[in-house]
């Protein structure tokens, strides 16, 4: 594709899509042509937000390929609609970059990467977190062999957000099932799959909703996987998550501990990204004498769903794969399902993509 203009349709014009349209008009290769939503008052209320016309806005993907023939599509509807809009819109021609999750069942996440294949379309879902300085600064520490090889990765996620009460009471999170490990989740497990390069092979979940929870399914979890690197060697990453803690509370990034062969990387998922390895590896000592390091700063674009952006244009443009292609990124979604399996059969399961 040339260096003309990408024609963008966003589809999904709820909280999230403000930033997606956002970033859409501030892309200078990107003509937003299409705001769409089943319910087009959200079209509407979108393109008014942003101060586009009105006959930008529709409640079909269909019409709005047939009126404004888009390039490409940015899904931004609720997970349990991403193949529907997806793979309608790789048949009708078109590119997608979604948001996460991929989907809510792996059987959907397939029949969106088949048809990504058929359609030989890019489709790209967008983790945020992957571009974050936290995890940028952690990658190049760890690919640096500062810690040595990675055998353990931990991340805790304790954060009191009131998805499903108070003044979001009309949350879609609020009503899952398994609202953290379903819709949150997903963004620690792709982090340890970034932070390790080790792919899920098997996982045991517990997840209880706590008695203080204001959702209705459960709102904490503990996961054990079991990972293996691209040269076999095994990596635990262990996860302990609650979106109903209030108090103390850890980044929306997590609280990262990655265990190697010569020592431990910590970050807290915002500005510290910090490591002690053993200065000495013949060192007789009980305790082993330490040296302390801190990651070097990053300087690129940090922002997820920018830099995410960009990639996809810089992708579709290229031919090349994007940050997180669908066959990649349904690795994280598969590690989401298998917990939630695990959480419901009370024993650990494999984890198959
Ligand atoms: N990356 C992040 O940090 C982050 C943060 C919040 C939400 N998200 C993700 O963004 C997505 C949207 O979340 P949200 O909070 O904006 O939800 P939302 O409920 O506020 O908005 C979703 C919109 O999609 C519309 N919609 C649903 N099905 C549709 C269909 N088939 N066709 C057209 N429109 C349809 C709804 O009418 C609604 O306006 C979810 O996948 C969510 O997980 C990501």
Redesign the pocket.
């Known amino acids: 594709m040339s260096d003309q203009n990408i024609r963008v349709a966003v ?7 403000r930033k997606w349209v956002a970033e859409a008009i501030a892309h200078p290769g990107i003509e937003l042509v299409g705001l ?4 087009r008052e ?1 079209a509407r209320a979108m393109a008014e937000r942003y101060e586009l016309p009105q006959t930008l806005a529709f409640d079909s ?1 269909a019409d709005a390929v047939r009126a404004a023939q888009p390039d490409a599509v940015f899904d ?4 349990a ?2 193949d ?2 997806t793979i309608e819109a790789l048949g009708l021609g078109c590119h997608v970059l979604g ?3 991929m989907s809510d069942t792996l059987a959907k996440a397939r029949a969106m990467v088949a048809a990504a294949k058929a359609a030989g379309k890019t489709y790209a879902v ?1 983790q ?1 977190r992957r571009p974050a300085g936290f995890a940028q600064r952690s990658v190049g520490m760890i690919r640096s062999g500062a810690i040595g090889d990675v055998q353990e990765a931990h991340a805790d996620f304790y954060i009191g957000a009131r998805f499903g009460a108070g003044e979001r009471s009309g ?2 999170r609020g009503q899952m099932d398994y609202p953290l490990i379903l ?1 949150m989740s997903i ?1 620690t497990f792709d982090t340890a799959r970034q932070l390790t390069g080790a792919d899920p092979v098997r996982v045991y979940c517990h997840s209880w909703n706590p008695r203080r929870s204001w959702y209705k399914g459960d709102a904490s979890a503990h996961c054990v996987f079991d990972m293996k690197l691209p040269n076999g060697d095994p990596v635990v990453f262990t996860y302990r998550g609650s979106w109903t803690n209030e108090g103390c509370q850890t980044n929306w990034n997590a609280d990262w501990r990655i265990v190697g062969q010569r020592g431990t990387l910590h970050t807290d998922g915002g500005a510290v990204v910090e490591a002690e390895v053993v200065r000495n590896e013949s060192d007789p000592g009980f305790f082993r004498e330490l040296e302390k390091a801190s990651a070097p700063p990053f300087e690129g674009e940090t922002d ?2 920018r830099v995410q952006i960009r990639d996809f244009i810089d992708a579709i443009r290229t031919g090349r794969k994007p940050m997180c292609d669908c066959e990649d990124n349904i690795k994280s979604l598969a590690m989401v399902l298998a917990a939630v399996e695990s959480a419901k059969a009370g024993r650990p399961v494999d984890v198959a993509w």
């Open positions: 589809v999904g014009c709820g909280g999230m899509a769409v939503d089943l319910d959200a993907l931004v509807t609720v997970p609609a991403h529907k809009v948001e996460k999750p967008t945020t949350d879609f819709d963004h997820g769903h």
